[in-house]
């Protein structure tokens, strides 16, 4: 046809054609990193089939138009008809029984019959209310478990008047396994590659399956018709509904195709929408707030009805972003009606499938702007949604095939998360824990679970008359609420009661929790609750003090204290929280100068605006100049425990002089092991080093990912490591440790480490504890206690008090001083109980998941230097872990995702990119660049883009040469180095380089362009410093001000906006 222009599609192999592309598990990863690559538009070529793929508004807004393409049952679809024939969901569009149907039923979906389901939609929601109240809130719930069982007895009672009564068995009723069996196969079925015969057992497993499902839909139907009823459900209206334009009633194999598919299309899309909207929610904790003021406001503490199911826009607007970013049906297929051409120059033949890339065009950075990918209910309100351009938003399908059961899902949604935001707070169980994908028919997130805490003090029993709508007695303050499996009360101690939260994304300031919680029980104390703050969203205990220790990242809150934070943000009056007492200890880095230290400020002057009282005054760490670990305990002993005997009457027992005496190792020989939780398994795949003999050392390792991690271009990969081997040799040799010999530790207090079971010594040595960490001037106390010499107990007095600077600048480990000083006779028990928890180090991932979606590397520079202790080398804990790795190695990861900002921009064809960093820092940039040149190999037309690289010299240590010259010739980036030591280098700094290619700077940042920094505090004070120099120039020859303070407020309002860094020490 004239016009036509060739629709890209990737290699293929002989045969199986792109069949290797997709990933059998969550093809819907493999759609969406195909049109990531190779954009709106591409053709997969499968066995015996085409699949055309598209991704845009403008080319679905078109494909919308039913009088050239038709909803045709392909795929899965075409299987589950054999189950299901031609009902609904999987007729063809000129098959009569569906006409019959949908007009037929079209009326038993109308507002009026819909609100007369109310009351068995509130039965079904109250069973699962009151199950996870029951549960109480330390147990973690499966949530897409729960919500399917919500989905399916919901759609069992109003449809055909059956329960399957979920809630209350702990087997699933034959039928609902047989249709999650049948699912899962026809799922399966359009991917199989071998002959027929090869799958007999799953093809009997698949029909005795079907069998089931018509069996029990059969029983329900002649039961229906032997004993009439006068319930106005769908099963009356199918039996009784006449087609008014045929005048034909339904059959009874049509009714029994219908009562399946309802079950079918209708259980798994509303549990799914369920499952992503609370996710959501847990993670967007201002959306959260929202949502629950919301039912508060419009509902109450009274029961709900129907007429507040259209009195909640916020819920509403909710739903609308969930199906919008993670609609359980991520496409759906379509066929031309004849030879056709899609936006005027893509030929498209009636023989091949269309795909309906739904997930990702509801992320069309050109109807909903760069932050598309982000949940942001507010674009879903009324008045922008009913803006929205035509057929952007279709969780539903489309036209005629749309589907009919929205308004029954949309009232069981909003019930269901109505109840649940009433009388319930909810935590992630996992705060870590990162959207993973479950593919059948539909998506659902996979492994997640969140715990679920009753509000307002309620009791399950009282809950119960609420939901009923009984009056309830007014809930008596709860003192304490014990939440989450880390809840913990320090067994065998009397004493007042402590409360201790924390706020930690890599472990820090949960340490220091731990800490605190440790020592309480030698201090007069008894720990209530140790938990992380969310748990306390909506509550604090009064009448004991609440200790909190909370990281700020960026100005925000850690992951596990962002409801915490949204909540006292929230708070009115200055009595909410009268009677709490409290006090705050915060950490933070000085590199982020306009949000230093903002969360435990905000967190302190919040509590006390609210009525709380201060009983020991903020104390603060910047882990920029020093350590956390330090300044914690300077905080400990000269602030907080003194406030909190004078407070409390409480006195130290002092008869325990070493700290951790209570620690009690015993060496046995059985084996075990056990596994930190947030962190799973990846496998190391390749090692390389980078840089010549005699520069620097810079490794790049290749790991593959847990199964259920994926990640993005600039997210970061947080590895567990491993003490150097060289370092635990060190402390096994000063304890006289055999290697073969392990340890089982008890403890009458709170403990990181593994108690009371057997594990190899070198595995506590090298795995749980930080053996570099610098000594603290109690650890050095509990050493000067420990030993009779004389000398060694001056010379420690002195390192405790005048000459501790020496301790931090050296960076002296308790190793260390043991080791200098043999006659301090310290247990093993005291010596791990100084040390603090081995924590998590992240790495910017210096990949792209379209280079390979299961596989990340990472860029790293060797920390191996003489120790400034003098006690031999100073080894980077993580640095020098992933360096031993070998090929075939496993070990501990999870992918964290970075700031929003610091990821490619959305619009690639239309905004420029510059990105600085030097040495290591080139990681994150290494990524974006591979995925430009695999956008650019898929055909697509990429702004421009530009890195800026320092370095030492050439061919010397400059990272990944032959890598970014193959991908400048391919127009994928344009890279201009800078040489620190060569003379004869244009450029010998990044700065130097930015200043030099000033024109074509200004040039890309008056086109829009977005720039990103990674490196050293160094290099980011150096580049800004840069861009500061050209802005001054350039507000200069416009006549603008160019002062300090006017270019220093620019640049900050800017950043995350138009620039974005990841600056470390």
Same mark, same amino acid.
């Given at each position: 046809?004239?016009?036509?222009?060739?629709?890209?599609?990737?290699?293929?192999?002989? &045969?199986?054609?792109?069949?290797?592309?997709?990933?059998?598990?969550?093809?819907? %990863?493999?759609?969406?990193?195909?049109?990531?690559?190779?954009?709106?538009?591409?053709?997969?070529?499968?066995?015996?089939?085409?699949?055309?793929?598209?991704?845009?508004?403008?080319?679905?807004?078109?494909?919308?138009?039913?009088?050239?393409?038709?909803?045709?049952?392909?795929?899965?679809?075409?299987?589950?008809?054999?189950? /299901?024939?031609?009902?609904?969901?999987?007729?063809?569009?000129?098959?009569?029984?569906?006409?019959?149907?949908?007009?037929?039923?079209?009326?038993?979906?109308?507002?009026?019959?819909?609100?007369?389901?109310?009351?068995?939609?509130?039965?079904?929601?109250?069973?699962?209310?009151?199950?996870?109240?029951?549960?109480?809130?330390?147990?973690?719930?499966? !949530?897409?478990?729960?919500?399917?069982?919500?989905?399916?007895?919901?759609?069992?009672?109003?449809?055909?008047?059956?329960?399957?009564?979920?809630?209350?068995?702990?087997?699933?009723?034959?039928? !609902?396994?047989?249709?999650?069996?049948?699912?899962?196969?026809?799922?399966?079925? @359009?991917?199989?590659?071998?002959?027929?015969?090869?799958?007999?057992?799953?093809?009997?497993?698949?029909?005795?399956?079907?069998?089931? &499902?018509?069996?029990?839909?059969?029983?329900?139907?002649?039961?229906?018709?032997?004993?009439?009823?006068?319930?106005?459900?769908?099963?009356?209206?199918?039996?009784?509904?006449?087609?008014?334009?045929?005048?034909?009633?339904?059959?009874?194999?049509?009714?029994?195709?219908?009562?399946?598919?309802?079950?079918?299309? +209708?259980?798994?899309?509303?549990?799914?929408?369920?499952?992503?909207?609370?996710?959501?929610?847990?993670?967007?904790?201002?959306?959260?707030?929202?949502?629950?003021? *919301?039912?508060?406001?419009?509902?109450?503490?009274?029961?709900?009805?129907?007429?507040?199911?259209?009195?909640?826009?916020?819920?509403?607007?909710?739903?609308? *972003?969930?199906?919008?970013?993670?609609?359980?049906?991520?496409?759906?297929?379509?066929?031309?009606?004849?030879?056709?051409?899609?936006?005027?120059?893509?030929?498209?033949?009636?023989?091949?499938?269309?795909?309906?890339?739904?997930?990702? =065009?509801?992320?069309?950075?050109?109807?909903?702007?760069?932050?598309?990918?982000?949940?942001?209910?507010?674009?879903?309100?009324?008045?922008?949604?009913?803006?929205?351009?035509? $057929?952007?938003?279709? @969780?539903?399908?489309?036209?005629?095939?749309?589907?009919?059961?929205?308004?029954?899902?949309?009232?069981?949604?909003?019930?269901?998360?109505?109840?649940?935001?009433?009388?319930?707070?909810?935590?992630?169980?996992?705060?870590?824990?990162?959207?993973?994908?479950?593919?059948?028919?539909?998506?659902?997130?996979?492994?997640?679970?969140?715990?679920?805490?009753?509000?307002?003090?309620?009791?399950?029993?009282?809950?119960?008359?609420?939901?009923?709508?009984?009056?309830?007695?007014?809930?008596?303050?709860?003192?304490?609420?014990?939440?989450?499996?880390?809840?913990?009360?320090? $067994?065998?101690?009397?004493?007042? @009661?402590?409360?201790?939260?924390?706020?930690?994304?890599?472990?820090?300031?949960?340490?220091?929790?731990? %800490?605190?919680?440790?020592?309480?029980?030698?201090?007069?104390?008894?720990?209530?609750?140790?938990?992380?703050?969310?748990?306390?969203?909506?509550?604090?205990?009064?009448?004991?003090?609440?200790?909190?220790?909370?990281?700020?990242?960026?100005?925000?809150?850690?992951? $596990?204290?962002?409801?915490?934070? #949204?909540?006292?943000?929230?708070?009115?009056?200055?009595?909410?929280?009268?009677?709490?007492?409290?006090?705050?200890?915060?950490?933070?880095?000085?590199?982020?100068?306009?949000?230093?230290?903002?969360?435990?400020?905000?967190?302190?002057?919040?509590?006390?605006?609210?009525?709380?009282?201060?009983?020991?005054?903020?104390?603060?760490?910047?882990?920029?100049?020093?350590?956390?670990?330090?300044?914690?305990?300077?905080?400990?002993?000269?602030?907080?425990?003194?406030?909190?005997?004078?407070?409390? +009457?409480?006195? #130290?027992?002092?008869?325990?002089?070493?700290?951790?005496?209570?620690?009690?190792?015993?060496?046995?020989?059985?084996?075990?092991?056990?596994?930190?939780?947030?962190?799973?398994?990846?496998?190391?795949?390749?090692?390389?080093?980078?840089?010549?003999?005699?520069?620097?050392?810079?490794?790049?390792?290749?790991?593959?990912?847990?199964?259920?991690?994926?990640?993005?271009?600039?997210?970061?990969?947080?590895?567990?490591?491993?003490?150097?081997?060289?370092?635990?040799?060190?402390?096994?040799? %000063?304890?006289?440790?055999?290697?073969?010999?392990?340890?089982?530790?008890?403890?009458?207090?709170?403990?990181?480490?593994?108690?009371?079971?057997?594990?190899?010594?070198?595995?506590?040595?090298?795995?749980?504890?930080?053996?570099?960490?610098?000594?603290?001037?109690?650890?050095?106390?509990?050493?000067?206690?420990?030993?009779?010499?004389?000398?060694?107990?001056?010379?420690?007095?002195?390192?405790?008090?005048?000459?501790?600077?020496?301790?931090?600048?050296?960076?002296?480990?308790?190793?260390?001083?043991?080791?200098?000083?043999?006659?301090?006779?310290?247990?093993?028990? /005291?010596?791990?109980?100084?040390?603090?928890?081995?924590?998590?180090?992240?790495?910017?991932?210096?990949?792209?998941?379209?280079?390979?979606?299961?596989?990340?590397?990472?860029?790293?520079?060797?920390?191996?230097?003489?120790?400034?202790?003098?006690?031999?080398?100073?080894?980077?804990?993580?640095?020098?872990?992933?360096?031993?790795?070998?090929?075939?190695?496993?070990?501990?990861?999870?992918?964290?995702?970075?700031?929003?900002?610091?990821?490619?921009?959305?619009?690639?064809?239309?905004?420029?990119?510059?990105?600085?960093? =030097?040495?290591?820092?080139?990681?994150?940039?290494?990524?974006?660049?591979?995925?430009? =040149?695999?956008?650019?190999?898929?055909?697509?037309?990429?702004?421009?883009?530009?890195?800026?690289?320092?370095?030492?010299?050439?061919?010397?240590?400059?990272?990944?040469?032959?890598?970014?010259?193959?991908?400048?010739?391919?127009?994928?980036?344009?890279?201009?180095?800078?040489?620190?030591?060569?003379?004869?280098?244009?450029?010998?700094?990044?700065?130097?380089?930015?200043?030099?290619?000033?024109?074509?700077?200004?040039?890309?940042?008056?086109?829009? /362009?977005?720039?990103?920094?990674?490196?050293?505090?160094?290099?980011?004070?150096?580049?800004?410093?840069?861009?500061?120099?050209?802005?001054?120039? *350039?507000?200069?020859?416009? +006549?603008?001000?160019?002062?300090? *303070?006017?270019?220093?407020?620019?640049?900050?309002?800017?950043? $995350?906006?138009?620039?974005?860094?990841?600056?470390?020490?």
């Amino acid at each position: 046809m004239s016009g036509e222009v060739p629709i890209p599609e990737p290699p293929g192999l002989p &045969l199986i054609g792109h069949l290797a592309e997709l990933d059998r598990e969550l093809p819907i %990863r493999s759609f969406i990193s195909l049109a990531d690559k190779y954009g709106e538009i591409y053709r997969l070529r499968l066995p015996g089939r085409s699949l055309v793929v598209c991704s845009s508004h403008r080319l679905i807004d078109e494909l919308c138009d039913e009088k050239r393409f038709l909803k045709v049952p392909k795929g899965a679809l075409h299987e589950i008809r054999q189950g /299901v024939h031609d009902g609904l969901f999987t007729a063809r569009l000129e098959e009569p029984n569906w006409g019959i149907a949908h007009r037929v039923l079209m009326p038993a979906f109308g507002p009026v019959s819909i609100r007369g389901m109310f009351d068995e939609m509130h039965d079904i929601s109250s069973q699962l209310a009151m199950k996870w109240a029951r549960y109480g809130p330390h147990h973690p719930i499966e !949530v897409p478990d729960d919500f399917t069982r919500l989905a399916l007895d919901t759609l069992a009672l109003c449809s055909m008047g059956y329960r399957f009564n979920s809630y209350y068995t702990s087997e699933l009723h034959p039928f !609902v396994a047989a249709m999650g069996d049948f699912l899962t196969e026809s799922g399966n079925r @359009p991917n199989r590659t071998m002959p027929s015969w090869f799958y007999r057992k799953e093809d009997a497993k698949y029909w005795q399956d079907i069998e089931t &499902l018509r069996t029990t839909a059969d029983e329900v139907l002649q039961e229906r018709k032997n004993h009439p009823s006068d319930r106005k459900d769908l099963l009356t209206a199918m039996l009784k509904g006449v087609d008014p334009k045929t005048g034909q009633h339904m059959s009874d194999s049509s009714i029994t195709d219908n009562l399946i598919t309802f079950l079918i299309a +209708g259980h798994e899309t509303t549990s799914g929408l369920l499952s992503f909207a609370f996710y959501e929610l847990l993670k967007h904790p201002e959306a959260y707030r929202k949502a629950q003021q *919301e039912v508060d406001m419009v509902i109450g503490k009274g029961p709900i009805t129907v007429e507040h199911m259209s009195k909640l826009p916020y819920i509403a607007a909710v739903l609308r *972003e969930t199906l919008r970013v993670d609609s359980p049906i991520s496409q759906y297929a379509l066929t031309a009606k004849e030879e056709t051409l899609l936006a005027g120059k893509y030929l498209i033949r009636p023989d091949e499938t269309i795909g309906v890339l739904i997930k990702k =065009a509801h992320c069309d950075p050109a109807v909903f702007g760069a932050d598309a990918e982000q949940f942001k209910p507010e674009r879903m309100l009324d008045e922008p949604f009913n803006k929205l351009p035509k $057929n952007a938003w279709k @969780p539903f399908g489309n036209g005629l095939r749309g589907c009919i059961g929205r308004p029954f899902a949309w009232q069981e949604a909003t019930l269901a998360m109505a109840i649940l935001l009433q009388n319930f707070n909810f935590v992630l169980d996992d705060p870590g824990y990162s959207l993973a994908l479950k593919q059948t028919l539909t998506l659902k997130p996979r492994g997640f679970r969140m715990r679920a805490s009753l509000r307002d003090g309620l009791t399950a029993s009282q809950l119960e008359n609420r939901l009923a709508g009984k009056e309830i007695s007014p809930a008596s303050p709860q003192g304490i609420v014990r939440n989450g499996s880390n809840s913990a009360t320090t $067994n065998g101690h009397s004493g007042k @009661p402590m409360t201790v939260l924390y706020g930690s994304n890599s472990g820090t300031c949960e340490s220091l929790a731990q %800490r605190i919680a440790s020592e309480a029980s030698h201090r007069g104390f008894r720990i209530s609750r140790l938990d992380h703050l969310d748990t306390a969203n909506g509550s604090l205990p009064k009448g004991e003090p609440v200790v909190i220790i909370t990281a700020s990242y960026e100005g925000q809150p850690p992951d $596990n204290a962002a409801h915490f934070v #949204s909540w006292i943000e929230s708070l009115k009056g200055e009595t909410a929280l009268e009677g709490v007492q409290y006090t705050v200890f915060g950490v933070g880095h000085r590199e982020w100068a306009q949000t230093f230290h903002r969360i435990p400020k905000l967190i302190d002057s919040k509590l006390s605006e609210a009525g709380a009282t201060r009983i020991a005054d903020l104390g603060l760490a910047d882990v920029g100049s020093g350590d956390a670990f330090v300044d914690f305990e300077s905080w400990e002993d000269g602030v907080f425990w003194p406030a909190l005997a004078k407070q409390y +009457g409480t006195s #130290s027992d002092e008869s325990d002089v070493l700290q951790g005496a209570s620690l009690k190792v015993t060496v046995t020989s059985p084996r075990s092991s056990t596994l930190r939780q947030d962190v799973m398994d990846g496998l190391v795949v390749s090692t390389r080093t980078l840089t010549a003999e005699g520069e620097p050392v810079k490794k790049h390792i290749e790991i593959t990912l847990p199964s259920d991690q994926t990640y993005r271009a600039g997210d970061y990969l947080a590895v567990l490591p491993i003490n150097p081997k060289p370092v635990v040799e060190r402390a096994m040799r %000063r304890f006289h440790l055999p290697w073969d010999s392990h340890v089982t530790i008890s403890s009458d207090e709170i403990s990181y480490l593994p108690t009371n079971t057997s594990l190899p010594a070198h595995n506590i040595l090298g795995a749980y504890v930080e053996l570099s960490q610098p000594a603290t001037k109690r650890n050095i106390a509990g050493l000067v206690e420990a030993t009779k010499d004389q000398d060694a107990k001056e010379a420690l007095k002195k390192l405790a008090s005048e000459s501790y600077e020496e301790v931090l600048a050296k960076r002296i480990s308790v190793l260390d001083l043991l080791e200098k000083y043999p006659s301090v006779d310290l247990p093993l028990g /005291v010596f791990l109980s100084m040390l603090p928890p081995m924590r998590v180090r992240q790495y910017s991932i210096s990949s792209s998941p379209l280079w390979n979606p299961s596989h990340v590397t990472l860029t790293f520079s060797l920390l191996e230097a003489p120790s400034k202790s003098g006690q031999g080398m100073h080894l980077g804990v993580a640095s020098t872990y992933m360096a031993s790795l070998q090929p075939g190695d496993t070990l501990h990861v999870a992918v964290r995702p970075s700031h929003a900002a610091f990821h490619l921009p959305q619009d690639v064809e239309n905004t420029p990119v510059i990105c600085v960093a =030097a040495g290591a820092g080139i990681a994150p940039f290494r990524g974006f660049v591979q995925e430009r =040149a695999a956008m650019i190999a898929a055909g697509r037309k990429l702004a421009p883009a530009t890195l800026f690289f320092g370095c030492r010299r050439p061919g010397r240590d400059d990272l990944y040469a032959e890598e970014l010259a193959e991908w400048e010739k391919e127009g994928a980036i344009r890279v201009v180095r800078a040489y620190s030591r060569d003379p004869g280098a244009k450029y010998r700094y990044v700065q130097d380089a930015l200043l030099g290619e000033e024109e074509a700077v200004l040039e890309a940042w008056r086109t829009g /362009v977005k720039m990103f920094i990674c490196g050293s505090r160094a290099v980011g004070d150096s580049v800004r410093a840069a861009v500061m120099r050209i802005a001054r120039e *350039e507000a200069r020859r416009e +006549g603008k001000d160019d002062s300090d *303070e006017h270019l220093s407020e620019w640049w900050e309002g800017l950043r $995350n906006t138009r620039y974005a860094s990841d600056v470390f020490d």
